[in-house]
């Protein structure tokens, strides 16, 4: 086979349409609604298109596997440096989409872990381990709050209770959505998998900078969500005094400055990217401003640091403005340091550069449970959760070829 490129575009246009929104150029992918489903469908086809059998696992994770689904882990072979003998090597991402997202975050895993198995059968490489594609659910947390929430049931770091009663916008659960209470831990699929690779569109420019198509990944930022909510008393625009009034508006506001200050002191990050105000009129006071605040540093000190002095400036701003202040940690993910013998060694196979990110995964979550790995590919604008977000072709072909690599150092020895 040849003009891997080709063969990638090829493979793309097949969902480019799905879910894209004419005006913004952007993606509306929410977990479990139509356009999302479609990419399931998709998945299944393809899946079935190779011969891969497809399992769920009662969460809402698809895996499709090259191998025998039934194949167990041998602990006495167990090497933190690699797969585990007779374990599966799982690769692949999400489909699920940010409000206004790129084309990449997260379809790019999937759709080149597909490619990567179709390079290893033209290579006629013999896998003594199944090669496992997986399509992870909400993990964007866009729908339902909670960000990696498939992975996070899978591995049993989200309470299932909690995960089956999240509610979307229009009040529907994540247990309706699914069709079902989800499963939750399931240590037997997990036990399975020998080790995880997850490739990614770079959600930066480090990849510009240095010059190369492919970076490992080294670490994870420690990050998560909290949920401020501000009540006041709602009143008349043009009636009521500026001296009598209890604006949640005003401390909502200066809680996004004192945040944007905070980070900047410390070299973290912190984001309020979604608000709700109600009632939402603009002659009226508002009664009540929820802003979730995105929060993340390079240690987690750092950020537990950068929270605690946003949440006191806020709650000091709400005494002077007559205003209640309720914070709730939506979710909360701690550092993830990649398995360093695991990450090392793909760096030398595939001679490129390691690099940090202050972006969540799935490889995140798992990387507790067994020898996890990320792949990047280059991304030119650097610019991520909007249309904006890039790759060349060429740039994804490398990136097949290099999880294709990846995949016959660690299924097929
Ligand atoms: O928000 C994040 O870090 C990710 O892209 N899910
Ligand atoms: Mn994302
Ligand atoms: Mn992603």
Sequence with gaps: MSD????????????????????????LRYALTAP???????????????????????NGNLFAWWGDPTGTRDSST???????????????????????????????????????????????????????????????GARFGVPCLGSRLLTGEIDV?????????????????????????????LGRFAAFVELHVEQGRALVDADAPVAVASAIWPHGRWRFELRGEGNHAGTTRMADRRDPMLT????????????????????????????NATNAIPSKVTGWLDARAAEPETLHDLVEAVQAKAAERARRD???LTVTPESTTP????????????????AAPVLPTGAGHDAGVLAAHLPTAMLFVRNPTGVSHSPAESATDDDCAAGVVALARVLEELACH
């Design 335 to 350: 550092l993830v340091a990649f398995d360093g013998g695991l990450a090392g060694r793909l760096a030398s196979l595939l």
């Design 78 to 140: 167990q090497d933190r440096d690699g797969p585990t003998r007779g374990g599966a090597v799982l690769t692949g991402s999400h489909f699920d989409s940010v409000p206004h997202g790129g084309a990449y975050d997260g379809p790019l895993g999937i759709v080149s872990a597909f490619l990567a198995v179709d390079e290893l059968r033209a290579a006629r490489a013999t896998p003594v381990r199944p090669v496992v594609v997986a399509a992870f659910v909400e993990e964007e």
């Design 322 to 324: 007559g205003t209640a």
């Design 161 to 189: 209770d909690r995960a089956a009663g999240l509610r979307d916008a229009a009040g529907v659960s994540f247990a309706e959505a699914l069709g079902h209470r989800p499963a939750g831990a399931d240590p037997a699929l």
């Design 252 to 279: 909502f506001a200066f809680t996004v400055l004192a945040a944007n200050k905070e980070a900047r002191l410390r070299g973290a990050h912190a984001t309020v990217g979604r608000v709700a105000v109600e009632p």
């Design 36 to 58: 999302e489903l479609r990419l399931r469908e998709w998945f299944r086809a393809q899946a079935d298109h190779r011969g891969m059998p497809v399992s769920e696992d009662g």
């Design 4 to 27: 891997l490129p080709g063969r990638f575009r090829e493979l793309w246009d097949g969902i480019a349409p799905v879910g894209r929104d004419a005006d913004s150029g952007g993606y």
